[in-house]
């Protein structure tokens, strides 16, 4: 249990690192909202070793966290929205074959971003149509790429680390 512990809050400090690193580089991305999704890749991790329920506990703890050191109470319901918006797909399609870490990483990322538009449709209610193509190629790249980078950081860890 006490290692259970210890290594949810080594990979909550991960999260809040690298999101802290995307604060710090998204203004630098023209798309408003768009975010590399760096964190994601704890959750992905802790999604292919079996750990789902430490996967949505580290994840929401993020966005808590994230809020809290970064951001501000729209950041809080943006990242919530999107973060419980990938988790839903993630989980319900974890246990398809066919779509490999990538895919399956590739429609939380496309999720996490239609969570996001829709509270900012709700939010703003009309004007950001134009946002959803963008926020979609947006997602599914950096969905992919996060994917591709959990599996790979899982083929040099151990076996027996969760």
């Not at 006490?2 to 023209?30: D, H, M, N, Q």
């Not at 789902?52 to 929205?81: I, M």
């Amino acid at each position: 249990m006490a290692k259970r512990a210890s290594l949810y809050g080594l990979l909550l400090a991960v999260s809040l690192l690298f999101g802290y690193v995307e604060t710090l580089v998204s203004p630098f991305i023209p798309i408003p909202g768009v975010r590399i999704g760096l964190a994601n890749a704890v959750v992905m991790l802790l999604l292919l070793y079996g750990d789902a329920p430490g996967a949505v506990g580290v994840n929401l703890t993020r966005v808590g966290l994230s809020a809290l050191l970064f951001g501000n109470w729209f950041r809080f319901l943006f990242s919530l929205a999107g973060a419980v918006s990938s988790l839903v797909i993630v989980l319900l399609c974890r246990k398809s074959r066919r779509l490999g870490t990538a895919g399956l990483s590739l429609l939380g990322g496309v999720a996490h971003n239609l969570g996001q538009w829709a509270v900012a449709s709700l939010w703003l209610s009309n004007g950001i149509l134009y946002l959803l193509p963008p926020l979609i190629a947006a997602g599914a790249l950096a969905g992919f790429l996060v994917g591709l980078a959990a599996d790979g950081v899982k083929r040099v860890l151990p076996k027996n680390i969760f």
